[in-house]
C-alpha cells in the first residue's frame, strides 16, 4: 500500500488527446500568444454562463485584480471579505491601497457570514465593495448578499474560483453579482495549467476590463497584426497590467470547458460516496450532501473531543498510509502580513480560527477511481477508530 506508485494525490488535473491535441494544433500554428483561440474561449466560455462578457486573463487573481479596478475600487477605500481562503482574494485589494475588512464565517458552510456582513456594512461607511467567495464550491448567501449590495449600492465581486460550474436557480455561481472571476489553477475543477475568468453583463466594468489587461492599450493584441486594418498604430490610454491569456492555454480550457458538466457529476459521485462510506462517524463532520456544491473540495472537520490525535497527526497518519490531503484555509488574520499590518489576533475571528484548526480537505477529482475512493474512506476510519475518545454519554 505505501508503494510510491500507490500513492493517491490530493489533487490531479483531468487532461486527455484533446487537451493534448488543441495545444498541438496552437504549436504548431505560428500564433502563440492571446489571439483567436482565447477570443473563441471567451465566446464559449460567456455562452456557457450566459454572460454577456467573458474575458479570460492568466490567473483568477489578475482577474480580480482587474474587476476590483474596474469597479472603481483605489486607495483608502475598503472591500469586505473572509480571512477563511486563499491570500489571492486579499492581496487584490492592496494591490489597488485599498484595505479588506475581514468578518467571520459561518460555522456550517465557511462562507462569510450574512449577519457579520450586514453589522460590517452599517459600521463602516468606507466599504465600497463585497467580495464573497464561494468556498471549496459552495455558495456564499447570495440572496442576503445581494439584498445588502442593493441596500448599501456598491458591487459584489464575486470570487468564483472555486465555483465553475454550478448553477443556482439556473444562474451559475460568478453571475450572480457584477463581476465573477473563476480560476483554471491547475487544481481547480477545469483548468489551463494558470488561468482564469472574468464574467460580466456591465459594459463599463468589461470595456474597462479589456483595456486594462494588456498595458491599457486601446486595441487587442490580435487586431494589431491580424486584422484586415492592420497596423503598427496603438494607443496607451492607461498604466494598464500583462494579464492577457496565451492561446496554447485557452485551446486547453475550450476542451476543459467541454468537460466541465461530466466533471462535476463525478464529483458529486465521490462527494455522495464519502458521504455514505463516513456519514456516520463520531468523530468527524461532513460537509452537507448537496447538489448545490461545485466540489472543487471536501472539506471534513474532526472532532477533537472524540479523537486523542489532533488533526496534524491525523494527516500524518493518512501520508502513511499513502493519501495525500490538504488544509484548506490557514485564515488570513494570523498569516504574519496581515497580522503585522492591521494587528490582527487569532482570536479576532473565532469561527475561521476553530475550523482551520480541526479541518482537512480529501481527494476529490475526476480521475479519482472507486478504489481510491474507497482506500480513502478506509483510512480515515481506520485512523480515527483507532484514536477514538469516548466521552460523556452517547458515546
Ligand atoms: C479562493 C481563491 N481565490 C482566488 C484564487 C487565485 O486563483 P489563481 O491561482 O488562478 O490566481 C485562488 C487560488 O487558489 C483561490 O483559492
Redesign the pocket.
Known amino acids: 500500500m505505501n508503494r510510491k506508485s500507490d500513492f493517491i494525490p490530493f489533487a490531479l488535473p483531468s487532461l486527455g488527446e484533446e487537451e493534448e491535441q488543441a495545444v498541438l494544433r496552437v504549436l504548431r500554428s505560428g500564433w502563440l500568444t492571446t489571439g483567436k483561440e482565447a477570443k473563441a474561449f471567451e465566446q464559449e466560455f460567456a455562452d456557457y454562463v450566459g454572460a454577456r462578457y467573458a474575458l479570460a486573463v492568466n490567473?483568477?487573481?489578475?482577474g480580480?485584480h482587474l474587476a476590483l479596478e474596474a469597479a472603481g475600487i483605489g486607495p483608502g477605500d475598503k472591500v469586505v471579505t473572509t480571512p477563511y481562503?486563499?491570500t489571492?482574494?486579499a492581496e487584490v485589494i492592496r494591490y489597488l491601497g485599498a484595505d479588506p475588512v475581514f468578518i467571520d464565517i459561518d460555522l456550517s458552510t465557511y462562507n462569510m457570514d450574512p449577519a457579520a456582513l450586514s453589522r460590517a456594512l452599517a459600521e463602516n461607511r468606507k466599504i465600497k465593495c463585497i467580495l464573497p467567495?464561494h468556498i471549496g464550491g459552495k455558495p456564499a448567501a447570495m440572496d442576503e448578499i445581494l439584498k445588502l449590495k442593493k441596500k448599501y449600492t456598491i458591487p459584489v465581486i464575486e470570487?468564483a474560483?472555486?465555483a465553475f460550474p454550478l448553477s443556482l436557480k439556473g444562474k451559475f455561481l460568478g453571475t450572480l453579482g457584477d463581476a465573477g472571476v473563476y480560476?483554471?489553477?491547475a487544481t481547480k475543477t477545469i483548468t489551463t495549467g494558470?488561468?482564469?475568468m472574468i464574467v460580466t453583463d456591465n459594459d463599463e466594468i468589461a470595456g474597462r476590463i479589456a483595456v486594462m489587461r494588456l498595458h491599457g492599450i486601446d486595441r487587442e493584441i490580435w487586431d494589431r497584426y491580424t486584422s484586415k486594418k492592420a497596423s503598427w498604430q496603438y494607443r496607451v490610454v492607461e498604466a494598464g497590467f500583462k494579464y492577457n491569456m496565451p492561446d496554447i492555454l485557452a485551446a486547453m480550457g475550450r476542451e476543459q470547458l467541454k468537460k466541465g458538466a461530466a466533471f462535476l457529476s463525478r464529483r458529486r459521485q465521490i462527494a455522495a460516496y464519502y458521504e455514505k462510506e463516513l456519514g456516520g462517524l463520531d468523530f468527524l463532520i461532513l460537509p452537507p450532501p448537496s447538489e448545490l456544491n461545485a466540489w472543487h473540495l471536501y472539506i471534513v472537520r474532526l472532532k477533537e473531543e472524540k479523537c486523542t490525535i489532533g488533526r496534524d497527526t491525523f494527516l500524518r497518519y493518512m501520508k502513511e498510509k499513502g493519501i495525500g490531503t490538504s488544509v484548506h484555509y490557514i485564515p488570513l488574520h494570523i498569516m504574519p502580513y496581515y497580522r503585522k499590518k492591521y494587528g490582527f489576533k487569532p482570536e479576532d475571528f473565532p469561527h475561521a480560527l476553530h475550523v482551520y484548526q480541526t479541518v482537512f480537505s480529501l481527494p476529490i477529482y475526476p480521475g479519482l477511481t472507486e478504489e481510491q475512493c474507497s482506500r480513502v474512506a478506509a483510512a480515515v476510519r481506520a485512523i480515527g477508530e483507532s484514536h477514538y475518545r469516548s466521552t460523556g454519554r452517547g458515546s
Open positions: 490567473s483568477a487573481t489578475a480580480l481562503t486563499f489571492a482574494t467567495v470570487d474560483a472555486h480560476s483554471f489553477y494558470e488561468g482564469g
